[in-house]
């Protein structure tokens, strides 16, 4: 059972401080100087003694996770009007999503967004080092910073599906960016802005991964048929094979192409030199192999056995 507005939200984590990129404000109507590092605002004093401990206090690069699968979880990014009291309205560039009613209360009935707003990107990270299972948020009113999180998070997504858990580094970096001059005129500046990117471990053991998948046959749906109707499921284990031993499937399609190709005159002592080929003469017992080997075997004997049907074909063609 839920309370329509009150346990129906999806579920979060507590937020217990901010990563600012600037310092503390001197003069409420402006912002604080722009920083070339994280500050990490809390009233947490256990957190802030941990975050200390592990980065310093001026640090560039915070070892982060995400606490949600996609990036819209992750990562909002809105056009805002603040006044003395608070936000006045909230949208997407062209159309309210937010915004104060004359009553002082908040309507989400959509409406044209007046103006006056200014981008704003909260991204809602956990910080391991912490040790807690609460969220930190990290503010940013730079367009370069909310486009280059947002195509950062977007890639990685892409790659892997989700993003809850990929171990990541969160970056300040100098570039040199257009901004404006006054007088309508703009003028290249350097500032300290923010990027995502995987924990290079983590990137290193994904790339080995991706190595190993493309080595894996690329022709597995046209294996020839044996024994009746192929079965979609043995074909997907040669395709996306466990990381462990030889799977019934690969057993049944390696010992179909061996029958046939025994019936096309290829010798038991020639197929077994075949498998050793592949394991460095450690094992030429089928059962034995691992599915690494046996997809690579099933593909390289699938291939050999196309050759001795080929042949087979041409000598019948010739009447010999």
Same mark, same amino acid.
């Given at each position: 059972?839920?309370?329509?507005?009150?346990?129906?939200?999806?579920?979060? +984590?507590?937020? /217990?401080?901010?990563?600012?990129?600037?310092?503390? %404000?001197?003069?409420?109507?402006?912002?604080?100087?722009?920083?070339?590092?994280?500050?990490?605002?809390?009233?947490?004093?256990?957190?802030?003694?941990?975050?200390?401990?592990? +980065?310093?206090?001026?640090?560039?690069?915070?070892?982060?996770?995400?606490?949600?699968?996609?990036?819209? &979880?992750?990562?909002?990014?809105?056009?805002?009007?603040?006044?003395?009291?608070?936000?006045?309205?909230?949208?997407?560039?062209?159309?309210?999503?937010?915004?104060?009613?004359?009553?002082?209360?908040?309507?989400?009935?959509?409406?044209?967004?007046?103006?006056?707003?200014?981008?704003?990107?909260? !991204?809602?990270?956990?910080?391991?080092?912490?040790?807690?299972?609460?969220?930190?948020?990290?503010?940013?009113?730079?367009?370069?910073?909310?486009?280059?999180?947002?195509?950062?998070?977007?890639? !990685?997504?892409? !790659?892997?599906?989700?993003?809850?858990? /990929?171990?990541? /580094?969160?970056?300040?970096?100098?570039?040199?960016?257009?901004?404006?001059?006054?007088?309508?005129?703009?003028?290249?500046?350097?500032?300290?802005?923010?990027?995502?990117?995987?924990?290079?471990?983590?990137?290193?053991?994904?790339?080995?991964?991706?190595?190993?998948?493309?080595?894996?046959?690329?022709?597995?749906?046209?294996?020839?048929?044996?024994?009746?109707?192929?079965?979609?499921?043995? /074909?997907?284990?040669?395709?996306?094979?466990?990381?462990?031993?030889?799977?019934?499937?690969?057993?049944?399609?390696?010992?179909?192409?061996?029958?046939?190709?025994?019936?096309?005159?290829?010798?038991?002592?020639?197929?077994?030199?075949?498998?050793?080929?592949?394991?460095?003469?450690?094992?030429?017992?089928?059962?034995? !192999?691992?599915?690494?080997?046996?997809?690579?075997?099933?593909?390289?004997?699938?291939?050999?056995? &196309?050759?001795?049907?080929?042949?087979?074909?041409?000598? %019948?063609?010739?009447?010999?």
């Amino acid at each position: 059972m839920s309370i329509i507005g009150f346990t129906d939200k999806r579920a979060q +984590f507590p937020e /217990i401080g901010t990563l600012r990129k600037g310092a503390p %404000k001197t003069d409420p109507s402006k912002p604080g100087a722009d920083l070339d590092y994280f500050r990490f605002d809390t009233d947490d004093e256990a957190a802030h003694e941990k975050f200390i401990k592990a +980065f310093g206090d001026k640090p560039r690069q915070i070892e982060i996770k995400l606490p949600y699968p996609t990036v819209d &979880e992750n990562f909002e990014a809105w056009r805002e009007e603040y006044v003395a009291s608070g936000l006045k309205h909230r949208c997407d560039g062209k159309n309210c999503v937010r915004w104060l009613k004359p009553d002082g209360t908040y309507s989400e009935e959509p409406i044209k967004c007046p103006g006056r707003c200014k981008q704003t990107g909260r !991204l809602k990270v956990i910080i391991p080092a912490l040790e807690r299972f609460a969220c930190v948020m990290v503010n940013t009113t730079s367009i370069w910073d909310i486009i280059t999180i947002h195509q950062n998070l977007s890639a !990685l997504e892409m !790659l892997c599906g989700t993003l809850r858990g /990929i171990p990541m /580094i969160l970056c300040r970096r100098e570039r040199e960016i257009s901004t404006p001059a006054g007088n309508g005129k703009r003028a290249r500046r350097k500032k300290w802005l923010l990027t995502v990117e995987a924990e290079p471990d983590w990137a290193v053991k994904q790339l080995a991964a991706m190595d190993r998948a493309a080595l894996q046959p690329t022709q597995t749906l046209a294996l020839p048929e044996w024994n009746g109707e192929e079965d979609a499921e043995e /074909i997907e284990e040669i395709a996306t094979p466990a990381p462990d031993m030889i799977t019934d499937g690969q057993i049944k399609l390696l010992t179909g192409v061996i029958a046939e190709l025994e019936t096309l005159g290829v010798a038991r002592e020639q197929w077994r030199g075949g498998i050793l080929s592949f394991t460095s003469n450690a094992t030429d017992e089928i059962a034995e !192999l691992t599915n690494e080997q046996a997809a690579k075997i099933i593909h390289a004997f699938t291939r050999r056995l &196309e050759e001795k049907r080929a042949n087979a074909e041409r000598k %019948k063609g010739a009447g010999v």
